[in-house]
């Protein structure tokens, strides 16, 4: 099974809003990853967590706070976003991070507008 | 610096078969992985290569060449059901283990 869920599927914000996105994973994965893209274009990398642990933050805006409740979960809690952010948000895990094989498995994604 | 080339687009035909290119330079090498991603839905996992040679996978082949920063995915028997998006994709141990994306490239498959 290298099944990643997201919930939700879609979802509409204003600008004032707080959601969160939510992704699970039951490989028994170490690591989980937050990417965005958009359209045509391929994922860039926002976060990435290993052993609960944020190892990495590509220099991602503060309105975009991650969180790893335990080791199948992976929030990304949004706050005052932009229309800009708009994109369709991937969530990933791999078996380690800066491992051997570290096949990332994608989950299908959540389509975030903001208005 | 880091850069990964693939064809932006390409066409092919029904039951035919279609080569996509990935080039890449990179300041540390440790793999190269496939994904293919329909519209609006997740990348999904087609191969991964690290020594040089051709891995076969069913419809789809997969060829590394380290020494040329060279790869190609290659796709029989083309279904329609094969247009997507082809993502080329280095990690990079360099880099903490960071999968650099390609540009990705449109193949669509027509009757």
């Known amino acids: 099974d290298t099944e990643v869920t997201q919930t939700p599927k879609h979802l509409v914000m204003g600008m004032t809003n707080k959601k969160s996105l939510k992704c699970e994973q039951h490989?028994?994965?170490?690591?989980m990853y937050w990417y965005k893209q958009k359209a045509k274009k391929p994922p860039e990398l926002m976060f990435v967590?290993?052993?609960?642990?944020?190892?990495i933050n590509e220099s991602v805006p503060s309105r975009f706070s991650p969180e790893c409740p335990n080791s199948s979960l992976l929030n990304l809690h949004l706050h005052a976003l932009q229309p800009e952010d708009s994109a369709l948000y991937l969530c990933a895990s791999s078996q380690d991070w800066e491992g051997e094989a570290d096949t990332q498995y994608f989950g299908p994604g959540t389509r975030l507008t903001v208005l | 610096g880091q850069n990964i080339d693939q064809p932006t687009e390409m066409t092919a035909t029904e039951g035919a078969i279609v080569q996509i290119n990935c080039t890449y330079q990179t300041s540390g090498f440790n793999g190269l992985f496939w994904y293919q991603q329909h519209a609006g839905e997740a990348p999904t996992f087609l191969s991964y290569n690290v020594l040089d040679g051709l891995e076969e996978k069913g419809r789809f082949s997969s060829f590394l060449s380290r020494s040329k920063g060279y790869s190609y995915l290659l796709l029989k028997e083309l279904q329609m059901k094969d247009s997507a998006s082809y993502l080329c994709a280095v990690i990079n141990y360099n880099q903490g283990g960071k999968l650099i994306f390609g540009q990705g490239t449109e193949l669509s498959v027509k009757p």
């Open positions: 490989m028994g994965h170490r690591a």
């Open positions: 967590y290993s052993y609960e642990k944020l190892s």
